[in-house]
Structures are given as structure tokens and as C-alpha cells.
């Protein structure tokens, strides 16, 4: 599996019958979207390894690394022809996302396509002759299906107000298990694709489906945030209201489940990376004494350029982490830092968390810039929302493409009365280029987004996609007695509460 920690993803082994995971490849470099060989004895993944993202193949027996194409181009999640002779893999060219296939033995370019929509996430199915990949058209994604013998394409979903995504074909090749985005919950959803069509059949909560070997099972995963996942496992021929979780350290991004069984002995080079156990997380510092805190100026160009000495640093290293990967000091201006406990505020904003030093609210200049692109992500009945910041280089050394399309904010005022009522309205299309997830990158270094207040529709300043906090557990007063004695902040009742005879 590929899990997301530490600031990177790296692929994850979890031999049955351990009692916990491994990393198998790290470094200062994301590895990601693993896919086991048919026959068990290597897995095909993408990296950023060389700058640009790749895919590679890493033999099981040796653990030599070795990249499949090689080009300049975004080249990313890989799925194996059941004969392992060739490879689906989805690539970035020409401001779009195209699923191609490579021979495995002379790695040359086979075909690639569709054309008039985006292509991406592709599964290959056991029978060999069709392929299921996530189709961005009109605005939303479909699952479709690729008849390699005829080449027609057929959307086997066909729901205009709904988002399908992360196709998987069982191993008998007859069904797909996929995911439904739907009012803030993913869920798994499986349908047949030969013999006579049938309605979907929802299994449970969960996203990024993957199938166990005997098809009697599928895996899933629960993100409850940024930074947390459970391994969600449930029947597949039936719903499942409470299916077995097991809570991983890290974000998981994809599984690939494999009967193949663990060499005796283990490969020298797999015994030396297990000896160390499960990668300890990291622990936040103890905050939260009275006035244990100071406010410091930090060196960026902020109406009040000051943040709690309890995160100065994390802020540092966070817009260091930042200006690295995106090849540009994003954090270098701030709308603010922090807002001084004697400067008015709206009465709905009197608790905001850039009074305590420990939040900040990024430029929102960068969007009329085209250099930030927002999308909601919602979670549950909360309305978050993802920043994606565009890299200064282009050319696929840094980012990736953007899947999902970003929120226009400034339809509300375009006149529109549905984009009025609706507080924006999406983008017609996904911007082209190169972009790096600012809110996943923030919530590693400890900054958390803040949701929407329930009525940000209609109070812009109700929306809080641009403030990140770093709350260490704490709630807002304790927070604030860190750096203030209660008397400063807590305003007195200026007259006597009249009493009612």
C-alpha cells in the first residue's frame, strides 16, 4: 500500500500474518500507487524520485529500482496486463490527462487515449481485453469502460450528479468495485460489467476500493483528516454497516492486495528494512501553560508580523517545505499573522484564532494571480476546502496535475442568481499545469483548515479556506492564556445585567 507520513508517501508491505506494516522504498521523495505483478514478482509504483514523476519497477527478489519509461512527462498509477506484458499507466501531456499503454519488454508507447475527455486512475481486467478508468467530462467524472478489441468507449455509471472515481476489477473480471463521492462521505460501490447490467450495489463507507485475491472481499480506506486512515475491510457481496477498521499511521493513497506468498528465507534487502518495526509518529510538544508563550516577529510581509513562539519554527520549516516544492515563497506574504487583542473585530469573529498567535490566513491574491487553485472537500457535514498552489517550474520537475475542479468564488457577484445563492460556482475546466497540495503539506507541519461556517453562502467571510491553525489539542482560551493573562482579553460586562422585578 502507499501511505502518506512524515511528508512523503512511500510504499507500505504488510505481510499477512505480521502484526504490522513496512516501508519498502523512502527517501525525501514521494513513491506512490503501487501495483503487484500478476505474477507476484515485482510492483510496478510511480516516484518523484528523478524530479519528474515516473514509473517505476521494483523487483521483489533483489529490491533493484528501475524506471518503466522514463519520460519528462507526469506518468502515474500503473496497472499490469494480466500476461504482465504490458502496462496502463495514466500521463500528462499537452495540459491533459490521457491513459496510455507501454510494452513491458521494449518499453514502447502502444496507444493512448481517449479523446475528448480527461482519462485517468485505469484498472486492467483479468480477462485481458477491457479497461475501467475515471473519465472527466462536462464537469464531473464517470467510470468508463474501454473495449480493447473495438476501442469504443461506454460510461458504465452515467451520473451527472455524482462523481465516480478509483475503478478496481474483481479478479474474476466480471465486476468493478469503484468509489462514490457524495454530500462530504466517499463510499465503495460495486457493479457488474458482463452478462445483464444490474444497479450498483452499495457495500459500505470507504474509497480507493481494492479486491482481496479470492474477489470475497474488498479493502478500503476512511480518511477522518489530513493526516489519519483506517484500513476498512468488508464483504463484497453485501452492505456492511460496520466493517472491520484497522487505524494506520499515515494517510494510506492505495492498496494493491496480492496472493502471492512471502519467500523463505526473505530477501536479505527485505529483512533489513523490516528489522525496525512500524516508523514511530510524530509527537506534538506539550502545550498549553499560562503564559508559557511569547509573540515573536517572523520575516514575512504581514499587517502584524508576530506568531506564538510555540510555532514560530513549525512555520518556518513549513514555508521552507513549501518554497522547496514549489519553487516560490507562497508564505513569504500574509493577509495575517496575528491580529492583536486591541484591534476590532466583527462580533462573529471575536474568537478567531489569529488573535492567539498560532494561526495565520495566506494571500488571497494568489488566485486573481492564477497562481492558487481551491476545491472543496467536504468532510461529513462540514465544508472544507483543498489549496493547490502552482509551481513556479512547469515542466513537471515539481507538482503534479490537478484532478478535481477548483471553486470560482467571484461568480457570486457575476450576476448569476444560482451562482449568488450558491456562494461560486465550479470552474468550466480543470486549470492546465503543475500544482503542489498546499492544505495536505500544512496539516504535516501542524497547520489544520478551518470549515466553513454553515452560512459562508452568504457571508464571505464565513468561508475560512485561507486560515490554518495550529491548535495543539487546545482549545481557543487555552490557547490565548499561553501568551495573555485572562484580564487583557476578556472584556468586562460594562453596565450591570438589568434585573427583571
Not at 73 to 94: A, F, H, L, M
Not at 302 to 323: E, I, M
Amino acid at each position: 500500500m502507499a501511505v502518506r507520513s512524515n511528508g512523503f508517501s512511500h510504499i507500505w508491505l504488510w505481510p499477512l500474518g505480521l502484526s504490522y506494516p513496512f516501508p519498502i522504498t523512502g527517501g525525501e521523495f514521494d513513491d506512490r500507487d503501487p501495483a503487484i505483478r500478476p505474477d507476484g514478482g515485482a510492483l510496478a509504483f510511480s516516484s518523484q524520485r528523478s524530479g519528474s514523476w515516473d514509473i517505476y519497477v521494483l523487483d521483489l527478489a533483489t529490491g533493484s529500482t528501475e524506471p518503466f519509461a522514463g519520460s519528462p512527462e507526469y506518468e502515474g498509477y500503473p496497472s499490469w496486463s494480466p500476461d504482465s506484458r504490458q502496462v496502463i499507466y495514466e500521463r500528462y501531456t499537452n495540459g491533459h490527462f490521457r491513459i496510455s499503454i507501454r510494452r513491458v519488454e521494449d518499453r514502447v508507447l502502444m496507444w493512448s487515449g481517449p479523446e475528448g475527455m480527461d482519462s485517468f486512475e485505469p484498472s486492467w481486467s483479468p480477462l485481458a481485453r477491457s479497461i475501467s478508468f475515471t473519465g472527466l467530462a462536462a464537469g464531473h467524472t464517470d467510470i468508463y469502460l474501454l473495449n480493447l478489441d473495438t476501442q469504443q468507449v461506454a460510461n458504465l455509471t452515467k451520473t451527472p450528479n455524482l462523481d465516480e472515481r478509483y475503478s478496481a476489477f474483481s479478479p474474476d473480471g466480471e465486476s468493478l468495485a469503484y468509489t462514490v463521492e457524495e454530500n462530504g462521505y466517499s463510499w465503495i460501490y460495486r457493479i457488474p460489467v458482463t452478462g445483464q447490467s444490474a444497479d450498483p450495489l452499495l457495500i459500505g463507507q470507504g474509497d480507493r476500493p481494492e479486491w482481496s485475491p479470492d474477489g470475497n472481499w474488498l479493502a478500503g480506506a476512511f480518511h477522518p483528516d489530513l493526516l489519519h486512515s483506517y484500513l476498512l475491510i468488508s464483504p463484497s457481496d453485501r452492505q456492511v454497516l460496520s466493517p472491520a477498521a484497522l487505524q494506520m499511521t499515515g494517510r494510506i493513497e492505495k492498496v494493491s492486495w496480492a496472493s502471492t506468498t512471502m519467500p523463505e528465507p526473505a530477501p536479505a534487502w527485505l529483512l533489513a528494512l523490516s528489522d525496525d518495526g512500524p516508523v514511530p509518529t510524530f509527537t506534538p510538544p506539550v502545550a498549553g501553560t499560562p503564559l508559557s508563550a511569547q509573540l515573536i516577529s517572523v520575516d514575512v510581509n504581514a499587517p502584524d508580523p508576530r506568531l506564538s513562539s510555540t510555532v514560530a519554527l513549525r512555520f518556518q520549516a513549513l514555508r521552507k517545505a513549501v518554497k522547496t516544492r514549489a519553487g516560490w515563497d507562497f508564505l513569504g506574504t500574509l493577509d495575517s499573522a496575528l491580529i492583536d487583542i486591541d484591534t476590532p473585530m466583527p462580533p462573529k469573529q471575536m474568537l478567531s484564532w489569529l488573535r492567539t498567535g498560532r494561526a495565520f490566513a495566506i494571500s488571497r491574491g494568489a488566485i486573481s494571480k492564477g497562481w492558487l487553485a481551491i476545491v472543496p472537500d467536504p468532510s461529513g457535514t462540514s465544508e472544507y476546502w483543498r489549496l493547490f498552489i502552482r509551481t513556479a517550474l512547469q515542466d513537471g520537475t515539481q507538482g503534479e496535475p490537478l484532478r478535481e475542479l477548483p471553486w470560482d468564488f467571484e461568480a457570486r457577484t457575476s450576476g448569476t442568481p444560482s451562482a449568488f445563492d450558491s456562494g461560486g460556482r465550479y470552474y468550466d475546466q480543470i486549470p492546465a499545469g503543475y500544482f503542489i497540495d498546499f492544505s495536505q503539506l500544512a496539516a504535516e507541519y501542524g497547520f489544520q483548515r478551518i470549515p466553513s461556517d454553515p452560512d459562508w453562502r452568504t457571508y464571505y467571510f464565513g468561508i475560512h479556506y485561507w486560515e490554518f491553525v495550529c491548535r495543539d489539542g487546545l482549545d481557543w482560551f487555552t490557547a490565548m492564556n499561553e501568551i495573555y493573562s485572562p484580564q487583557s482579553y476578556l472584556t468586562p460586562t460594562p453596565s450591570k445585567t438589568p434585573k427583571v422585578a
